[in-house]
């Protein structure tokens, strides 16, 4: 069916606690995640990767290799530091060594505009990450937008980069993986639970990526 219009995906990590307090407490061991926008099924069969090859539209170099560009609006050195290395962690997961995602210096300079931005700000009761996507991307919704809560700063260092590497996750077009457990690890599960969470995507989440955007 041909896409008249962008398509909005909001993949929305609720955690289980709210924002009425100036610093939440991350001591409870489970965070849910859920999903809310659009109504399309997550993770449809056993596939790893959201409905209809949903993801973040990359650029080409001139040998037609892809690249999808973020730019750190955070202003935070810590959460800084933290994206940096929730790119690492992803562009590291290739066998190649590809390096898929590229930092972008600077928003409205000439040339295209980054393909996603991290912020932090406001974000709904419980949220600690919220992912936005605009498939395809058009001139009125040209950027995939990642905002983690305003109190991240708080949080360790170990839940930010979970946190940060699972909404790159989604980014790149992986859904939730409902049976995640400790006996099954997964970047990208419905329940974000302290004891057992991953910082990078497992070797089948790097896998589905890379089919994605056709890299090795």
Known sequence: MRQKSAIFLTLIATAGFTLSTPSPSLAQSNYNHSTVGSGLPINPGNSLTLPGGMR?????????????????????????????????????????????????QELGVAGELPHILIETGWTESKVLGE???????????????????????????????????HELGHALGLGHTPDASCYRPSLMPEELNLDCMQVAPTKDEAEAVASLYGID
């Not at 990642?146 to 946190?163: D, K, Y």
């Open 56 to 104: 973040t539209l990359p650029s080409f170099d001139g040998d037609g290799n892809p690249h999808v560009t973020y730019l750190d609006l955070t202003g935070d050195p810590q959460l800084s530091s933290v994206i940096q290395e929730a790119v690492k962690k992803w562009n590291t997961s290739w066998k190649s060594g590809y390096q898929l995602l590229q930092p972008d």
């Open 131 to 165: 992912t936005r996507i605009c498939y395809p991307r058009t001139t009125s919704c040209p950027l995939t937008v990642i905002r983690v809560s305003l109190f991240s700063p708080s949080w360790p260092s170990t839940v930010l980069q979970s946190v940060i590497a």
